[in-house]
């Protein structure tokens, strides 16, 4: 069982910066998928940004250059670093790992991109 824990969002305004953060409650060392998604109001939940264990961070082309996904295996946190923040970023974000076969969910943080 994991839990996390977002925290971080807000309002910008654009071209501004935001790190958000997904704390766990058990160590993340062994956890190979770890990922931020997003939702917008009326659209899919979208995959943005991941991490595994094996292979390089991957984002999705709309946040690419702008978003920066990391771990700190020491502190059991992921972190989405955001710049270039647009209007279009604006959504739920949620962070989601998957251990054991299973995955779980955060309650997501709001993020509002406005000016």
């Known amino acids: 069982q994991v839990q996390l824990v977002e925290s971080g969002g807000g309002l910008v305004q654009p071209g501004g910066s935001l790190r958000l953060s997904c704390a766990a409650s058990r160590d993340i060392f062994s956890i190979n998928f770890m990922g931020w998604y997003r939702q917008a109001p009326g659209k899919q939940r979208e995959l943005v940004a991941h991490s595994t264990i094996t292979v390089n961070p991957n984002y999705a082309d709309s946040v690419k250059g702008r978003f920066t996904i990391s771990r700190d295996n020491a502190k059991n946190t992921v972190y989405l670093q955001m710049t270039s923040l647009r209007p279009e970023d604006t959504a739920v974000y949620y962070c989601?790992?998957?251990?054991?076969?299973?995955?779980?969910w955060g309650q997501g943080t709001q993020v509002t991109v406005s000016s």
């Open positions: 989601a790992v998957i251990s054991s076969g299973r995955s779980y």
